[in-house]
């Protein structure tokens, strides 16, 4: 089953333009990932945030969360064509073996 | 160095057939995980491994799918009596222990399509 949603599910921007992502979830977590998917194959790790942070950026990417709200963001600043993609975020429930439970997604397309 | 690899990239097969889908760790990784996307969901967790054990298969949908890691290290998944629900792509991912915080390194995945 799916742990959250992603919001909006399909973003359409202008390259240099920022592009927001929002995910929430329903349990307690020990960390928060984001990942990025191209064409349906190879999910690439962008970030991971620790249930403990609140923010934590790489590079173009900023990435926000709230554990009493249940909900995270993902910013990508300054976007270029080459981001268009899925992005998917993912939590490691505290108690599970482990494993991801990824919400829905949201198809970013940044146009040129 | 080589990350997770996954083979084959594609499969297609008749309903009723045995697949086997193998996934290849990042060397070292003692962590494993299946998954299996279908088209426009994000992935769902089938199985982990911890080494050769399974120590998590509440995620495989019914007794036709079974993986295993005989050795640690390379990993099948294997699925009898296919069925045109089973059509998805899946994914294998590794991580260097199961401890918290540990990044997964997801393969490009085995896309199957059940005729």
């Known amino acids: 089953s799916q742990q959250g949603e992603e919001d909006p599910q399909a973003l359409s921007i202008q390259e240099g333009e920022n592009a927001t992502m929002n995910c929430s979830y329903k349990t307690s977590i020990n960390n928060l990932q984001w990942y990025r998917q191209n064409s349906g194959r190879g999910l690439v790790h962008l970030i991971l945030?620790?249930?403990?942070?609140r923010e934590k950026h790489s590079g173009r990417l900023r990435v926000t969360l709230d554990t009493s709200k249940k909900s995270s963001s993902l910013l990508i600043t300054a976007s270029r064509a080459a981001d268009t993609a899925s992005y998917f975020c993912a939590t490691d429930e505290r108690g599970s073996a482990r494993q991801l439970t990824f919400g829905s997604g949201t198809q970013l397309t940044v146009l040129p | 160095g080589a990350g997770v690899s996954q083979t084959p990239s594609n499969k297609v097969t008749e309903k009723g057939k045995y697949v086997e889908l193998r996934c290849d760790p990042i060397?070292?990784?003692?962590?494993l995980y299946w998954y299996r996307q279908s088209l426009g969901q994000g992935p769902e967790f089938l199985i982990y491994f911890q080494g050769t054990g399974a120590a998590d298969d509440s995620g495989l949908p019914n007794d036709r799918f079974f993986a295993v890691r005989p050795e640690g290290s390379v990993s099948t998944l294997k699925i009898q009596r296919t069925e045109r629900g089973d059509s998805a792509v899946y994914l294998c991912a590794s991580s260097l222990t199961s401890g918290e915080n540990n990044e997964q390194f997801f393969g490009p995945g085995t896309r199957l399509t059940v005729l």
């Open positions: 060397s070292g990784h003692t962590a």
């Open positions: 945030i620790r249930s403990n942070e």
